[in-house]
């Protein structure tokens, strides 16, 4: 059985959908959130971020709302909440199991 695309999500993928969550944005805004967000852990280049971006569009999780010269804002479409919230799933699931073999 092949790999689902984008079946599980690198870090600067999960916080760009933490960052359209609640908000249409940028992409400087994004990825000012994210650095904001992981005080700095998480820098998102423009290299990265757009790439990010588009694969997530392609994903159709993602959907660009405005274009104002070189400036694109971006929302988040009801897949792309959907494909958040079961990646935060994944990862509870992922720390409760490090808890628990932590207790062994």
């Keep these: 059985m ?3 695309t984008l079946e599980t999500l690198s870090e600067g993928m999960f916080y760009v959908l933490m960052a359209l969550l609640h908000a ?3 992409g ?3 990825a000012a ?3 904001e967000r992981t005080g700095g852990r998480v820098r998102l280049g423009p290299g990265t ?3 990010i971006l588009g694969k997530f569009e392609e994903e159709a999780l993602i959907r660009e709302t405005a274009v104002q010269g070189r ?8 897949e792309g909440k959907e494909r958040y919230q079961a990646e935060v799933d994944r990862l509870r699931r992922c720390l ?3 808890e628990e073999e932590s207790l062994c």
């Design 28 to 30: 400087t805004e994004i």
């Design 71 to 78: 400036k694109r804002t971006y929302q988040l479409t009801g």
């Design 49 to 51: 971020l757009y790439t």
């Design 33 to 35: 959130f994210v650095e």
């Design 24 to 26: 249409q944005r940028c």
């Design 2 to 4: 092949g790999r689902k």
């Design 96 to 98: 409760a199991d490090a």
